[in-house]
């Protein structure tokens, strides 16, 4: 596997402009101002946390539909045409570039529900392990937690995932980590980019901050590097090593569905 570099990852600052972030999040309001008010803050991170607010208390089916909406958004994969991302790729040697999934994600001020354990992303479909996960934080922010990661973890390869009694999501053993460098990702600035393997080890920092922590994760790998594809299109068998049902119905099976406290 070669991926990126020996670490598996990289930090760019300010690579998508403030104002395409700006147009994401008025998108976002727009879909959310279809089933409650969108609040009158000025401030549009206030706007947008209220709103979402709005939602969440409106009802758990609600929240889930909108949310899955937010994930699908028009404008995200938008940002790879950008032009200081897509030189990137291109420096990084993506030849024959697809888009294998993109979404958003909210963590919420002391809310533990939705923070991943030490996990990689094998529930994403990969064309090859060349596929990167490209996470933009779009709230900026030193106490809203941000995201831990093993330095070269990736050269584990795929580890079967095993499901946490405690919080319901899919994790590994602490000892995979032993070996490996931890980097933390906390004071993150909207528009940066962390691109990143996915088989490297990884994990939420909590938010302790006073705003959700609203990231953007588009997922892409390199076709010019899927030398098994005339006999399968994953580089590996996915289901030997997690669980196949989403996060949330994972956690809905096991704690019930979602309700804010
Ligand atoms: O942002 C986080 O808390 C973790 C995100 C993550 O695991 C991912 O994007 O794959
Ligand atoms: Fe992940």
Not at 142 to 162: R, T, V
Not at 189 to 194: K, L, R, T, V, Y
Not at 201 to 222: A, C, E, F, M, Q
């Amino acid at each position: 596997m070669i991926l990126i570099n020996k670490k598996g990852f990289i930090h760019k600052k300010k690579i998508i402009d403030i104002k395409s972030i700006k147009k994401i999040k008025q998108d976002m309001l727009s879909v959310m101002g279809n089933f409650v008010p969108v609040s009158n803050d000025y401030d549009i991170d206030k706007k947008l946390d209220k709103t979402f607010n709005r939602i969440t208390k409106k009802s758990p089916t609600l929240r889930s539909n909108v949310f899955k909406a937010l994930c699908q958004l028009y404008s995200i994969p938008q940002l790879l045409y950008k032009k200081k991302l897509f030189a990137l790729l291109k420096r990084n040697g993506f030849k024959d570039p697809i888009i294998n999934g993109f979404g958003i994600l909210a963590v919420e001020p002391y809310e533990k529900r939705f923070l991943f354990n030490i996990h990689q992303d094998l529930r994403t479909v990969f064309a090859s392990y060349n596929a990167v996960n490209i996470w933009i934080p779009i709230t900026s922010g030193n106490d809203i937690g941000g995201m831990g990661l093993y330095e070269g973890s990736y050269k584990l390869g795929p580890i079967k995932h095993s499901v946490s009694k405690i919080n319901g999501h899919e994790e590994v053993d602490f000892k995979y980590t032993k070996k490996f460098k931890k980097v933390e990702f906390n004071k993150l600035e909207e528009g940066d980019c962390f691109i990143f393997t996915p088989f490297n080890l990884h994990y939420s920092i909590p938010n302790n901050g006073k705003k959700i922590r609203w990231t953007i994760r588009i997922v892409i790998d390199d076709v010019s590097k899927a030398k098994h594809f005339n006999k399968k299109f994953e580089p590996y068998d996915r289901k030997k090593y997690c669980d196949n049902r989403t996060n949330e119905e994972r956690l809905n099976e096991m704690f019930g569905i979602y309700k804010k406290k």
